[in-house]
């Protein structure tokens, strides 16, 4: 829910800037639960993840992870051992950097860390802005150190998206959960994604003009914590 979510999110903000899914490239830290929702939904969406990274280094991919075997590898190869990435290069005949991530990577529209946190810091941080890559959507908690941070947001040709807005869908689906429980309702996974869909383009909203609001328009950072706070206060 959390990595499907993530994309539904980056579809707004794409969708804001008149663009789309279709044909994007993605790199991304982590190949877990909510990395390998990532790669899936953007595969379904007709985009692809072309560089993650794991403890061991990065894959690249020129290709993607697209269809039903490499998705599926993906998910034994972590079961049989998750901190290592490379067996995935042995098996379809791709890049491995050992010891990295692809963090500055310039053949990519999109950088999303998903993986942990502090995962991006001040160097990494410098060659996400100098590699002229727009969006930069955080989905790990606080996966990107505060002076990083501050250097991205600070950045006019960039897009920031704050993890606590991108990610929230995890919690937004354990919510739905509480409510079909509560009342005694059962769901088919195409409602729950539906509902998933509308609360992660409602968050996107609800940041976007409550950054207007507040005077920075487009800030989703600020937008964000106007949105969460009033959400609370109101």
């Not at 903000?13 to 929702?37: C, E, P, Q, T």
């Not at 689906?173 to 409602?202: C, H, P, T, Y």
């Amino acid at each position: 829910a959390t990595g499907f979510g993530a994309v539904y999110y980056l579809r707004e903000v794409l969708k804001h800037d008149g663009k789309g899914i279709k044909g994007l490239r993605v790199a991304m830290s982590g190949y877990g639960n909510v990395g390998w929702g990532i790669m899936k939904k953007i595969d379904e969406l007709g985009g692809k993840v072309t560089y993650f990274a794991g403890p061991d280094g990065y894959i690249h991919d020129p290709d993607g992870v697209c269809g039903e075997e490499k998705l599926n590898f993906i998910l034994e190869m972590r079961a049989k051992d998750p901190m290592h990435c490379k067996p995935y290069a042995d098996k379809f005949g791709c890049e491995f950097v050992a010891g990295q991530k692809a963090w500055g990577a310039k053949d990519v529209d999109v950088n999303m860390p998903s993986a942990m946190q502090n995962d991006v810091r001040m160097g990494e941080a410098e060659k996400i802005a100098a590699s002229g890559v727009k969006y930069y959507i955080e989905v790990a908690n606080m996966p990107t150190t505060n002076d990083a941070l501050n250097y991205l947001r600070a950045q006019k040709h960039m897009v920031v998206a704050p993890s606590k807005a991108v990610n929230a869908g995890g919690v937004g689906v354990s919510g739905l959960e509480m409510s079909q429980n509560s009342e005694r309702l059962s769901w088919s996974f195409e409602e729950v994604d539906a509902k998933l869909k509308g609360i992660m383009e409602g968050i996107f909203h609800a940041s976007y003009d409550a950054s207007v609001a507040a005077g920075s328009e487009g800030n989703l950072m600020v937008g964000a914590n106007c949105a969460g706070f009033l959400k609370v206060a109101t």
